[in-house]
């Protein structure tokens, strides 16, 4: 039995994989009225104890969480597409793959006082794409901590989080601090050992 390790290609604490160009993004999702994103937190996927009151639209979802290479698009994600998938391309150039998939994208708000409690991302699916953050809103006052580090992550830049740390976020400003998060693998990239391992589990308990 393999253990369940996570990508070795992933940072081991944050890497800065450069500015991108978020001005019409970042309108965009300023100009979202509240009852558009009242109701897609209200029917999101992500629903885990460790966000509290961070709200969320989510554009693409894994369909389980065990397997990255499956996910789905939500409603809002053809609509979005012409304003995401730009930034989307410009943050993950530096990787340098030829064949990359998003298999989740979604928008975060956390309002002032907010904040994420400490967690590692747990599933399967996660211990293999890349995490990504770009904020399109922050203030001096939003710090994330990773393995008792903390950092400031600026506006306009896109940053590769270390998601298999203990991570948290706190936002002790007076403005929402929004970022557009997304996972990026290598379609090419062979698949770990112990994902054969899981295959099989789940085979032998369906059985």
């Known amino acids: 039995m393999h253990k369940m390790t996570a990508n070795p290609r992933k940072t081991g604490s944050i890497r800065h994989l450069g500015p991108v160009h978020i001005s019409e993004l970042k309108k965009a999702v300023l100009a979202l009225p509240e ?9 999101k996927p992500n629903r885990f104890d460790a966000l509290d009151a961070t709200r969320h639209i989510v554009f693409r979802f894994v369909s389980n969480f065990i397997d990255w290479r499956q996910s789905f698009d939500r409603p809002l994600w053809n609509e979005w597409r012409p304003l995401l998938e730009p930034v989307l391309a410009q943050a993950t150039a530096a990787y340098g793959y030829a064949n990359g998939a998003f298999p989740r994208v979604m928008l975060a708000r956390m309002a002032p006082g907010g904040v994420i409690q400490p967690h590692r991302d ?86």
């Open 35 to 43: 009852s558009v994103w009242d109701a897609e937190n209200d029917s």
């Open 122 to 207: 747990q599933s399967p699916a996660a211990k293999w794409p890349h995490k990504i953050h770009v904020p399109l809103q922050t203030n001096d006052d939003v710090t994330f901590e990773i393995d008792g580090s903390n950092y400031h992550l600026p506006e306009g830049e896109a940053i590769e989080l270390n998601n298999m740390g203990l991570h948290a976020v706190a936002n002790r400003g007076s403005t929402d601090r929004i970022h557009l998060i997304f996972e990026y693998f290598d379609i090419d990239q062979p698949l770990p050992d112990w994902f054969a391992d899981l295959q099989a589990q789940i085979a032998a308990a369906g059985r």
